[in-house]
């Protein structure tokens, strides 16, 4: 047993910008912990230092409990339904059973992480998503707007993204959610609406004073509902344009508040973005610490 804690170090990774997330269902008969547990292993340390690719691993709570009980972190639970608001608007539930999340600086490094990945997960489970996120100038996603100004720096980013005590400690709590873009809406609406729909001015960055109850910025204002590190990226191409939300935290809570507030629950109002963008999928998954795998 490791006397230190070491969270799966592609969390905190920088300079990877081609983000590819595959999320699995375990295959019937379902495998047994032991044969779970070496899959996920083999998966991280077969990752070649140099080649420019880390994988992280996630596990769906619920399983993560069963096979890990003890490092798994209280009171988390899957994604198991569906996020809607007062009027409808629904954030849908695609809970799978395992993510593994492989970020590579270059296409050619994550084509072969990604083969590598399937191989050795086939014999135990069945890919039912890929998602392949990607950078666009720079911090920019594809409603224009510079996306992470508020995120926290590097060293209070491990405090907000890591569990600090057992059981769990130095595990994370991913959010994975893939959005789709209605580009012809967004464009139409113009810099002002989408700058009142962001909460910040689309040409400075610079946030609204006062900013709109309805603003995304305010729907999900961190001083109110705690903080959380985000490493959003562009996925699809010009004809399906989105965004893929990973949002990481130590406080499963703090994430599905945000959703909840997103959506327009409880006679609160609902996320102007969200007038423009649909979720398409929708999971949470337990990163364990390095050191507990
Ligand atoms: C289509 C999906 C989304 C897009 C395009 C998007 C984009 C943005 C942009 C442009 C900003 C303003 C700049 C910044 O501070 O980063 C922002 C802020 C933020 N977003 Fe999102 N976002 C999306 C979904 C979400 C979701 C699902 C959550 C939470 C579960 C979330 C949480 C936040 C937070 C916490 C902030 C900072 C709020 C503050 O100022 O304290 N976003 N987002």
């Known amino acids: 047993m490791a006397t230190f804690v070491l969270p799966q170090t592609g969390v905190f990774a920088l300079g990877t910008p081609i983000q590819t997330f595959y999320e699995f269902d375990l295959a019937e008969p379902r495998p047994d912990a032991a044969t779970l547990l070496n899959v996920v292993r083999s998966l991280i340390v077969g990752v070649k230092t140099g080649q420019g690719s880390n994988v992280v691993v996630g596990v769906r709570p619920s399983l993560l409990a069963t096979i890990l009980p003890a490092q798994c972190p209280s009171g988390v639970h899957d994604f198991d339904a569906d996020v809607v608001g007062d009027d409808g608007f629904t954030m849908p539930a695609t809970q799978h059973d395992l993510v593994v999340w492989v970020q590579s600086g270059r296409l050619d490094a994550a084509f072969d992480e990604g083969r590598r990945v399937l191989g050795l997960v086939a014999p135990i489970a069945t890919l039912k998503h890929e998602n392949r996120g990607w950078n666009y100038h720079g911090n920019i996603d594809l409603t224009g707007f510079v996306d992470g100004t508020e995120n926290p720096a ?10 600090p005590d057992e059981p769990g400690r130095g595990a994370s709590i991913l959010l994975l959610q893939a959005w789709r873009h209605d580009m012809a ?8 609406v989408q700058s009142e729909a962001i909460g910040r001015d689309k040409a400075t960055d610079d946030e609204l004073f006062p900013k709109p109850a309805n603003a995304h910025n305010a729907r999900t204002d961190q001083d109110e ?22 949002g990481l935290c130590a406080k499963q809570s703090t994430l599905h508040t945000m959703l909840q507030r997103m959506a327009g629950m409880n006679g609160e109002p609902r996320d102007a973005l969200t007038y423009y ?10 990163l364990p610490a390095l050191t507990d795998l």
């Open 185 to 192: 809406a967004w464009e139409a609406a113009g810099d002002k």
């Open 225 to 246: 509902v705690g903080k959380i590190l985000r490493k959003n990226v562009p996925i699809g191409g010009a004809t399906d344009p989105g965004t893929l939300f990973i």
């Open 277 to 286: 963008t649909t979720a398409t999928t929708g999971a949470y998954y337990v």
């Open 154 to 163: 590097i060293v209070p980013a491990a405090e907000i993204c890591l569990v």
